[in-house]
């Protein structure tokens, strides 16, 4: 059968080296380039507090079904992440010729009861993956009716702790944003960090990967600082960080734009010389136009995936669905064009997990990724410039991984 997308063309091509088939398979075709409880690189999801899941109708007529599950009855973003990303899942069938699997899609609603329910469901129709769900409370819950039934996951929460064997998150885990910009900064001479960390759940996270890639990069930390919403309390931050003046050369705000915009402001009014560090960011600010809008961010750097294959999805889905995908919708895509890619070219041992944790990797809309065996995952990220026209690559994202995934 002769391929007609660009996704399906690439798929036609034999494995060879490193899972070439499936990583090309991933990439955006059709004229295009390539708990939910925090994101990266894009807004979180709130997730209601419960409702019964309930059946959609599925997608495609493959021999080989695949649950997709999903908030798509939730309330609020939520309801809204779950049906940009089905119709994502939609687009990628439609864009990949021959798929022979069959989405057999259910909604969660976006609790754990539903998750756990609609999993059964589905598994008891025949699938023999899961993607989705969304929040981690729901993959926490599906996961172990999946692993009672030998089924591997495929999930979207970017908590990381809600991974396991067999449970494998697609999403951008706080972790790679960290490691990325970390190990970049070192590389161009910064040794001396100073970090102001809020006082959340994102920041607990991310506070523990900087120590680390911090240490066994060779850097030094100076001060690590905490801040809630409160900015009335700023005034110890801004008099522990004027105290590290001259002995620090990076700065590191894991925060989105309002909380980013308060910390400057206030070290700013404190008498902090703020060109005396490069500020460091992570992928939340990605899409947030407050930073680029932000004079006193002109030059600072995070870590973001390039924004060339995203382009090209948007522009395919707003041109199929008159609307606007959710920033994860990328991610739905992505499972759905691998999980068909394995099917075509793996047999038997499609979802088996040396093949899902192939340390070569799989390309998707956002660049390479790689499935750890403990169910997280690497992403090749590039690291941006902010400057008042929009972010800047100033180190494009690799485009394959070198070494073994850990």
């Not at 090309?24 to 997730?47: H, K, R």
């Not at 009014?269 to 060109?275: C, D, E, I, S, Y």
């Not at 961010?297 to 948007?314: C, H, K, N, V």
Request: charged share 15%.
């Amino acid at each position: 059968m002769p391929c007609q997308s660009h996704a399906a063309r690439r798929a036609c091509a034999p494995w060879g080296r490193a899972a070439a088939l499936a990583l090309a398979a991933l990439l955006a075709g059709c004229g295009g380039g390539a708990s939910n409880m925090f994101g990266s690189g894009s807004p979180a999801v709130d997730a209601p507090a419960a409702a019964p899941a309930s059946v959609a109708k599925p997608l495609g007529t493959g021999a080989v079904k695949v649950a997709l599950i999903l908030p798509l009855s939730a309330g609020g973003n939520a309801g809204i992440a779950g049906q940009s990303m089905r119709n994502a899942a939609e687009m990628a069938l439609a864009e990949f010729s021959g798929a022979n699997i069959q989405l057999v899609t259910k909604d969660d609603s976006g609790t754990a009861p539903g998750a756990q329910q609609a999993t059964t469901q589905a598994i008891d129709e025949g699938a023999e993956i899961v993607i989705g769900p969304l929040f981690a409370h729901s993959v926490s819950s599906a996961k172990q009716v999946a692993r009672s039934r030998g089924v591997p996951m495929i999930a979207f929460s970017t908590d990381s702790n809600v991974a396991s064997s067999g449970a494998y998150l697609l999403s951008f885990l706080p972790e790679s944003d960290v490691d990325r910009i970390v190990t970049y900064a070192v590389s161009q001479g910064k040794k001396s960090f100073v970090a102001l960390i809020p006082s959340n759940a994102y920041g607990g996270v991310v506070e523990g990967e900087f120590k680390q890639v911090v240490a066994k990069r060779g850097g030094r930390i100076v001060t690590v600082e905490h801040y809630s919403e409160d900015r009335s309390k700023l005034g110890e931050l801004v008099k522990q960080v004027a105290q590290a003046a001259g002995r620090a050369d990076a700065l590191f705000i894991p925060d989105s734009g309002d909380g980013v915009a308060d910390i400057l402001q206030a070290l700013a009014n404190g008498g902090v010389n703020l060109r005396q560090f490069t500020v460091l960011g992570t992928g939340l600010w990605g899409d947030d136009q407050r930073i680029f809008a932000n004079t006193l961010l002109d030059g600072a750097w995070f870590a973001a995936p390039e924004s060339t294959g995203y382009r090209g999805f948007a522009d395919r889905y707003r041109a199929r669905y008159h609307q606007d995908p959710v920033r994860q919708a990328t991610l739905a895509y992505d499972a759905v064009a691998l999980v068909a890619a394995l099917v075509k070219t793996q047999g038997q041992q499609r979802f088996a997990a040396d093949v899902l944790t192939n340390p070569s990797g799989f390309t998707g809309i956002d660049g390479v990724f790689r499935f750890r065996n403990d169910g997280s995952n690497q992403r090749g990220l590039a690291v941006m410039k902010v400057t008042t026209a929009g972010p800047q690559v100033v180190a494009p994202a690799p485009r394959s991984f070198n070494g073994s995934a850990i």
